[in-house]
């Protein structure tokens, strides 16, 4: 189901896609084009469920990442990021991964309890946790839930190192837990740059902070002594790839102390998503980005082949490769991210943390 073509303020998905697991989609879709409260009495477009998630931490069994775990104290994401590699995992949940995704928020209230579960288990092998993966742990909710914070105040008390990665400002709030959990080795930061247009990053990523915010948040965080990297993801073709050297120049000139990158894929529901909103916001660009994209995924917009989906192949891929690896080592050198530790883990004593669950 999609609208008459015209882009949904403050979305970044224009369709409700059908879920691949269900006969009958959930969720609602205002065929006009309206995304807003029609009145002081009329529902706010986003909505908040909680969900009571039996386990927080889960094993991520891929060589692409370097990280053997990860946890999201959200399903779905606020944001809007029409690119965004997650869409396909609200479908698990009966969702769309169209509005739905944007729109129909998870609120995991008991993480906090669940991951002190998780530490507490005597199986447990200490390794960095990812807070991210299928949401932004800092999405708007997080101001008012505080999910993320409690995440990060249980990690601190075990002594267990974990990462984030974000492209919202709102970390800053929790300048305090980072900057004392990384003065022990046991906490880093990914800041995702987009890019420094920022009508396009106004359209591509609707509610995100804005590159400035983000650039501020690298510059903060790497003040109080947290290792930031500039994430650069993803880099679209034709689209904000000519910002490579930009954004690289930018993310180190606020200190951050390396950067990495990933190139778009659009796989399942994120395909006709993207495809969309390209129509709507750069039709006169479409047929060069999907025809790029397809030149660095084998002939295809989709790309899960392990080693080679997140960095694509073939001469345009090289290429992308080639400028970054040569941009990276003039404005990085050869700086890298520190190793986390693990050897300061240790569970406290049972109810010193006081947690609860929601």
């Not at 659009?266 to 395909?271: D, H, I, P, R």
Request: proline letters at 8%; glycine letters at 8%; one cysteine or more.
């Amino acid at each position: 189901m999609r609208n008459d073509g015209k882009p949904i303020k403050g979305r970044g998905a224009m369709l409700q896609v059908p879920n691949r697991f269900e006969a009958i989609t959930k969720g609602a879709f205002h065929a006009e084009g309206i995304d807003e409260p029609l009145g002081e009495t009329a529902p706010e477009p986003t909505r908040y469920l909680p969900v009571d998630a039996r386990t927080i931490v889960n094993p991520v069994n891929s060589p692409d990442l370097p990280f053997r775990y990860s946890m999201n104290p959200y399903q779905g994401c606020e944001h809007g990021c029409a690119y965004c590699y997650a869409r396909p995992t609200h479908e698990y949940w009966g969702y769309s991964a169209g509005l739905d995704f944007e729109r129909v928020i998870l609120v995991k209230r008991g993480a906090a309890a669940r991951l002190e579960q998780t530490l507490r288990r005597p199986r447990w092998e200490v390794q960095p946790i990812s807070i991210s993966g299928a949401t932004d742990p800092y999405q708007p909710i997080e101001r008012k839930e505080g999910l993320t914070r409690s995440l990060l105040q249980v990690a601190l008390d075990f002594g267990q190192p974990v990462v984030i990665i974000t492209k919202n400002a709102l970390v800053l709030r929790d300048l305090d837990l980072l900057s004392e959990m990384a003065s022990k080795g046991l906490a880093s930061v990914a800041i995702s740059l987009t890019t420094l247009d920022e009508s396009l990053r106004r359209a591509l990523e609707p509610r995100t902070s804005t590159t400035a915010q983000r650039l501020e948040a690298i510059r903060a965080l790497s003040g109080a002594g947290v290792p930031v990297m500039a994430m650069l993801a993803p880099i679209i073709p034709a689209l904000n790839e000519p910002e490579v050297s930009s954004l690289l120049k930018a993310g180190a000139a606020a200190g951050a102390i390396s950067a990495s990158y990933t190139v778009l894929r659009t796989n399942g529901a994120v395909e006709p998503v993207f495809r969309a909103w390209l129509e709507a916001h750069y039709p006169d660009r479409s047929a060069r980005v999907l025809a790029q994209t397809r030149a660095v995924h084998g002939g295809a917009v989709s790309d899960s082949r392990p080693g080679r989906r997140l960095r694509g192949e073939g001469p345009f891929a090289e290429n992308i490769n080639r400028v970054f690896r040569v941009l990276r080592r003039r404005h990085f050198g050869e700086r890298a991210m520190p190793t986390l530790r693990t050897d300061l883990f240790k569970p406290p004593p049972q109810g010193q943390l006081g947690l609860f669950d929601g």
